[in-house]
């Protein structure tokens, strides 16, 4: 079983920056898969980004070139580096996780993922 714990959310204004973190318990967190969703109001949640245990990564179009997955095996830890945001990005943010087995495979769909956190809210004014 693995926890999940998202932080970092909070209020800024466009234009602003943000950094989530989401600290997971377990011990084999390396070989796991991490992303992060969002859902806004009135919206289903959709998917943002992806890391798997290489360092590979994967963005949706909408934050490609604004946002940054990274993580830190050492600290069970991913993060997300948001940059210039907009009112549009204000959803709640999800962290998930799925055991990739050090697989090269990228995971899009929540479907997959067997672990979430609680979400954090992220709110962008103009």
């Known amino acids: 079983q693995v926890q999940l714990v998202e932080s970092g959310g909070g209020l800024v204004q466009a234009g602003g920056s943000l950094r989530l973190s989401c600290a997971a318990s377990?011990?084999?967190?390396?070989?796991?898969?991490m992303g992060w969703f969002r859902q806004a109001p009135g919206k289903e949640r959709e998917f943002v980004t992806v890391?798997?245990?290489?360092?590979?990564?994967y963005y949706a179009d909408s934050v490609k070139g604004r946002f940054t997955i990274s993580r830190d095996n050492a600290k069970n830890t991913v993060y997300l580096q948001m940059n210039s945001l907009k009112p549009e990005d204000t959803a709640v943010y999800y962290c998930?996780?799925?055991?990739?087995?050090?697989?090269?495979?990228?995971?899009?769909?929540?479907?997959?993922?067997?672990?979430w956190g609680q979400g954090t809210q992220v709110t962008v004014s103009s």
């Open positions: 998930a996780a799925i055991d990739g087995y050090y697989s090269g495979r990228y995971y899009y769909n929540e479907g997959e993922y067997d672990y």
């Open positions: 377990g011990r084999t967190f390396s070989r796991y898969a």
């Open positions: 890391i798997i245990w290489s360092g590979g990564t």
